[in-house]
């Protein structure tokens, strides 16, 4: 899989969860949650998706300044032999979504 860096930030380590473009979608490298496919990244890492599109996977705000969401476990050993995962992280794939509103405004 090609992987495109676009930004990282969150944690000391390696200054991961990391964010991937890829062929499919997005790479998303972040923190192990207890539900498989499922990870949890700090809200920043958002910023660094491709100019009009956004994450196309239901992210939940855990209330502690992150997100978790869901996608496809990357498993692909030459794929993950590109990453700097940290013990307590996972990569998941997502779809990427082009953003197609900006926004209204009122009615007077």
Same mark, same amino acid.
């Given at each position: 899989?090609g992987? !495109?860096?676009?930004? %990282?930030?969150? &944690?000391?380590?390696?200054?991961?969860? &990391?964010?991937?473009?890829?062929?499919?979608?997005?790479?998303?490298q972040?923190?192990? /949650? +207890? #539900?498989?496919?499922?990870v949890?990244?700090?809200?920043m890492? !958002?910023?660094?998706?491709?100019?009009?599109?956004?994450?196309?996977?239901t992210? /939940? +705000?855990t209330?502690?300044?992150?997100f /978790?969401? &869901?996608?496809?476990? =990357? !498993? #692909?050993?030459?794929?993950?032999?590109?990453?700097?995962?940290? +013990? +307590? #992280?996972?990569?998941? #794939? =997502? %779809? %990427?979504? =082009?953003? !197609?509103?900006?926004?209204?405004t009122g009615?007077?």
């Open positions: 899989m992987l !495109t860096f676009l930004g %990282k930030g969150g &944690s000391e380590a390696n200054g991961c969860p &990391s964010l991937y473009a890829t062929d499919h979608g997005y790479l998303i972040g923190w192990e /949650t +207890d #539900e498989p496919g499922t949890e990244i700090p809200h890492l !958002t910023g660094f998706v491709e100019p009009d599109t956004f994450i196309g996977a992210m /939940t +705000d209330g502690r300044g992150t /978790t969401l &869901s996608g496809r476990p =990357v !498993t #692909e050993p030459e794929t993950l032999a590109q990453l700097e995962l940290a +013990d +307590d #992280e996972t990569a998941i #794939e =997502v %779809k %990427k979504r =082009v953003r !197609t509103f900006y926004g209204a009615r007077r």
